[in-house]
């Protein structure tokens, strides 16, 4: 499983966009790369997933350069609900349970009023 | 909701006891998981089953006991737990071999042994 490394914390304010580096030297060309988010005691949730280039959806944006070692998680104008904790991980693309997902410390994303 | 329900959401229970925790997926996945997440630490894998059966047992405790009756639900049997074992446990599912759209993950039970 390719290792990933991303910031403890990052702090922000209302309104702003946030940006989320993860480094992933050793991913292998069948994987993907997958960001959930986790507020406290909750289970963590699917946010945003992609392979190469760029991907967006309702929540977010995914920035994915050629050489796939490092990605980008863009939030648009966040809000005091966006501040939770934010994993970026490496998936082999077939899924399911031979992928076993192994999670990090992640990182802690506070937003100020 | 997201698909993954757990039961109950809150447990307390004695160092003596015998409980079980459940989890129920809706969303036709043929692979099931538990995790444990203790106060500020990554979460850990517990349990992987696939198709029903076991896959992977991440050096757990025999205090520990996983079921799997059927690909819809998944059990955590718990007895003689210690303090230390007080953690958020999550299920999570996913299905094996189609396109990946990541995990999805039960909102948990909070488990305080006394």
Request: charged residues 15%.
């Given at each position: 499983l390719a290792k990933t490394t991303q910031p403890i914390s990052m702090d922000s304010y209302e309104g702003q966009e946030v940006n989320i580096t993860c480094s992933h030297?050793?991913?292998?060309?069948n994987d993907y790369i997958t960001w959930y988010q986790q507020f406290p005691s909750q289970g963590p949730r699917f946010i945003i997933q992609g392979y190469k280039t760029k991907v967006t959806n309702e929540v977010a944006s995914l920035f994915i350069p050629a050489d796939r070692k490092s990605s980008t998680l863009s939030l648009p104008?966040?809000?005091?609900?966006?501040t939770a904790v934010y994993y970026c991980l490496v998936e082999a693309g077939y899924g399911g349970a031979t992928n076993k997902l192994i999670f990090g410390t992640g990182t802690l994303l506070a937003v100020q009023p | 909701e997201t698909g993954v329900t757990q039961t109950p959401r809150h447990l307390v229970m004695g160092m003596t006891n015998k409980k079980s925790l459940k989890c129920e997926q809706h969303?036709?996945?043929n692979a099931m998981y538990w995790y444990k997440q203790s106060a500020k630490k990554p979460l850990e894998l517990m349990f992987v089953y696939s198709l029903e059966e076991?896959?992977?047992?991440?050096?757990?405790?025999?205090r520990f006991s996983p079921e799997c009756p059927n690909s819809s639900h998944l059990f955590l049997h718990l007895h003689t737990l210690q303090p230390e074992d007080s953690a958020l446990y999550l299920c999570a599912s996913s299905q094996e071999g189609t396109a990946n759209y990541g995990y999805t993950f039960g909102s948990g039970t909070r488990l305080t042994v006394v």
């Open positions: 030297n050793n991913i292998a060309t104008r966040v809000s005091l609900s966006d | 969303l036709g996945h076991r896959v992977e047992n991440n050096s757990v405790p025999s």
